[in-house]
Nanobody, 118 residues
Framework: VQLVESGGGLVQAGGSLRLSCAASGRTFSMNRMAWFRQAPGKEREFVATINWNSGNTYYDYSVKDRFTISRDNAKNTVYLQMNSLKPEDTAVYYC????????????WGQGTLVTVSS
């Protein structure tokens, strides 16, 4: 499975961005996709996840009610709509996928940079 993110950029605090992650390859084996982020000098952290089949979602408390994860099965694409952005949301955002029956995210994109200015 190959993952390619897009949609990052520079935005002012309070603004919005939508990230996209296009999956290709053995996508039929995917069960769950997620977004992670890594801010400068910090460890990578979980942001949100979605079940590829059911659409069930789960968010980190820091983004809940501001970010929305969704997917388009026909396009093999997952999205992250980010609203009310804060400077602390500045990070490289990574898309990840895992197969059914596994607990680790095996596939990762190259990342896309989101910078929120104050």
């Amino acid at each position: 499975v190959q993952l390619v993110e897009s949609g990052g950029g520079l935005v002012q605090a309070g603004g919005s961005l939508r990230l996209s992650c296009a999956a290709s390859g053995r996508t039929f084996s995917m069960n769950r996709m997620a977004w992670f982020r890594q801010a400068p000098g910090k460890e990578r952290e979980f942001v949100a996840t979605i079940n590829w089949n059911s659409g069930n979602t789960y968010y980190d408390y820091s983004v809940k009610d501001r970010f929305t994860i969704s997917r388009d099965n026909a396009k093999n694409t997952v999205y992250l709509q980010m609203n009310s952005l804060k400077p602390e949301d500045t990070a490289v955002y990574y898309c990840a996928a895992r197969n059914l029956g596994t607990s680790k995210y095996e596939y990762w994109g190259q990342g896309t940079l989101v910078t929120v200015s104050s």
